[in-house]
């Protein structure tokens, strides 16, 4: 009785809210609102309820963090009111999401977003709710992209890291201005989980993992060395959650013809998003839309970023502004070879590379 009398008093506020400023509170004042109520009647049926008389409270949450691929060099080449429609007609649609599986956008940070679940209130399937929040969140991309195509608009594509731990969550700031966020190693540790991503993927932590082991299904998991911890970090990617029938896209992006070139290639490494002056010499053996087989003999690691320059002369076209990340390593006798996925093209370069593909497709048949 009394979670339903504090649901109604949130409903009459939210009345009174709306005729008094002529808007309802958004999905985070509104559960904020509703745990306070909670708290003063006595409710108590959340683990953690934070409360805008503590200046901060530590509590668990799921972090999800989302940042679209490739949008910076799409901004370079197309108007300023294209590219504003694009990006607001994407994260609309995102908001849209989040909101149906009760999660909380603590932020837009130009074209990412972060999304809290377990805070301001903290419910028992925070982590599942983020998961599905995820995957519906890369199959809007892919429908967003359907409609776009026609109009010869360029794809966007986004990467998604989630975790889950202990932070600090409250106010933040001054008289001036403040805001409700959430603060601590866990949302770093999220930042660095979705540099990883590749475009459509979804990679989540193990501590998440552990949240869901059985609802989900995911890859084995590997190790990336992050920043600030000392040990390796275990990620795994997300394919699916069967009892939702929800199913990441990503391998529809995979899709496309592969054609066997010799073109020498230079590789520029990219540390804490800046490149590396030192170039590194390979030659691109296969290549394909999304991604090229590079042989090389300098040492590097799976999930390295780089910056790549290499001639497509059957076109005419010098690629200089694209970027890849190493998804694949492998020896053949004495030679080592890499497979790297693209993860930021812009439209120009994008446009050649399949036109490049698609001739040399042509010419083979």
Known sequence: M?????????????????????????????????????????????????????????????????????????????????????????????????????????????????????TPVEYPDDAERALACAIEM??????????????????????????????????????????????????????????FTLRGQVLISESTYDQCRDFVN?????????KGKPQPVKLRELYSIPALNLEVPRKEI????????????????????????????????DIGYHGILIKINDPIKILDDFKLEFELSLVEFKVTDIYAKVVKLKQDGNQNFAGLEFTSVNTEANMKIQLFVQLLVTEAA
Do not use: W
């Open 218 to 226: 995911v890859s084995e998991a590997m190790e990336v060395f992050v």
């Open 2 to 118: 009394k979670d339903d009398s504090s649901k109604e008093a949130v409903r009459r506020l939210q009345v009174l809210i709306a005729r008094e400023t002529g808007a309802p509170l958004n999905h985070a004042a509104k559960a904020e609102m509703e745990s306070i109520i909670q708290h003063a009647c006595g409710a108590g049926n959340h683990k953690n309820v934070t409360s805008p008389e503590h200046s901060f409270v530590r509590c668990k949450v799921t972090i999800l963090l989302a940042d679209l691929r490739g949008f910076t060099s799409i901004t370079a080449t197309l108007p300023a009111g294209t590219v504003i429609a694009m990006l607001n007609r994407c994260l609309s649609r995102m908001n849209e999401i989040v909101s149906r599986h009760h999660g909380v956008i603590d932020k837009f940070m130009g074209d990412s977003i972060m999304v809290l679940f377990g």
């Open 254 to 285: 995979r899709r496309s013809h592969r054609v066997g070139v010799k073109i020498p290639c230079l590789l520029n490494q990219i540390q804490n998003k800046c490149v590396l002056p030192q170039s590194i010499k390979a030659t691109i053996h």
């Open 138 to 195: 890369q199959m809007a991309m892919r429908d967003l992209n359907s409609h776009d195509r026609p109009q010869d608009m360029p794809e966007l594509f986004m990467g998604i890291g989630i975790n889950t731990g202990s932070v600090m969550a409250g106010k933040f700031g001054s008289n001036f201005y403040s805001e409700y966020t959430v603060i601590g190693d866990e949302v770093n540790l999220t930042s660095r989980i979705e540099a």
